[in-house]
């Protein structure tokens, strides 16, 4: 149909043209239209995916801005939410009335135009912007690995993409007195550019919250003179932790490969101790990983 946008039907549109109300609904079922939400359908071959969504409310709402983790999800930012279920959220820079739309979140917050840009056809804020708004909110645990995941080279699903901006944007971004950016600074102070994943981001952070201060991709050397890095390393006491698990490396392939880097890394002469955890267990049992690596520290001191 000619007036679709974007593989996207907006009822009013098609009513505007002289469809009769009585018969368009059923006209586009029969057509294999698939309803994206109410007033709104999907083109035959489209199924209502995220980007459908957001583009959806941009055509029924033009004011609006993909923002904070649906911005995330369109620059392969990682983020705790599931990518397959992420919100819609959107700011509205003109502070006006809240859509009603049911999984809509909207945002009224001012923005400058440098904050805006395009990505797959949507306006939508840029990554630093992104980031700061996800650390004024919170959870700090999601923000922050969103901005290690930003920070750093990533393989996202099935894309390798560079980091998307730099600690000094991020600390740009938040240079501001709006609400929550005093929580913000202090959060983006424990950032990690060299995370590798968002298991490693959590473990981090778990170790923090229980005053365990590691070194972060510490380099080691094997005795054959190849360099190595541990995610984490309390050199004092030759102890190391590595987080390991295929579903936060990309795939089976390179989980094979973590676990022949492991047993490198037990040759290095600055492991006495090696402790090995699943991202499974970081997000599950982060008591018992914690427990443990005290326990060692113990014995080791």
């Known amino acids: 149909m000619s007036l679709a946008r974007g ?16 018969t368009l609904t059923r006209t586009l079922r029969a057509e294999g239209w698939t309803s994206v939400r109410n007033g709104a359908w999907a083109e035959p071959g489209h199924a209502p995916d995220l980007l459908t969504r957001l583009r959806t409310e941009q055509l029924i709402e033009p004011r609006l801005i993909v923002s904070h983790r649906s911005a995330a999800a369109l620059w392969l930012i990682e983020t705790l939410t599931p990518r397959s279920a992420p919100p819609l959220d959107f700011i509205d820079p003109h502070l006006g009335r809240r859509p009603k739309a049911e999984g809509v979140r909207v945002h009224r917050l001012p923005l400058l135009p440098q904050d805006v840009t395009e990505r797959r056809g949507l306006r939508v804020t840029t990554p630093a912007r992104t980031l700061a708004d996800l650390l004024r909110t919170g959870p700090r645990d999601e923000a922050l690995v969103a901005v290690d995941s930003a920070l750093s080279r990533r393989r996202v699903g099935n894309v390798r993409r560079a980091p998307l901006t730099t600690p000094p944007a991020l600390t740009t971004a938040l240079d501001t007195n709006a609400r929550g950016a005093a929580r913000a600074r202090t959060w983006l102070e424990l950032a990690d ?29 094997t005795p054959d003179g190849r360099r190595r890095f541990l995610d984490f390393l309390f050199r004092a006491e030759g102890l190391g932790v590595e987080i390991e698990g295929y579903a936060y490396h990309g795939t089976r392939a390179a989980h094979r490969d973590d676990v022949a880097r492991f047993n490198q890394l037990q040759q290095c002469p600055e492991i006495r101790t090696l402790l090995r955890f699943t991202a499974e267990d970081v997000f599950h049992r982060p008591a018992q990983i914690i427990a443990q690596i005290e326990l060692i520290l113990t014995g080791l001191r």
């Open 7 to 22: 593989g996207i039907l907006l009822t009013s549109r098609a009513l505007r043209a002289g469809w009769p109300r009585s």
């Open 193 to 221: 550019p060299g995370a590798g994943s968002p298991a490693e981001t959590i473990a981090r952070l778990r170790m923090y919250d229980a005053d365990l201060h590691p070194e972060s991709q510490a380099e080691l050397h």
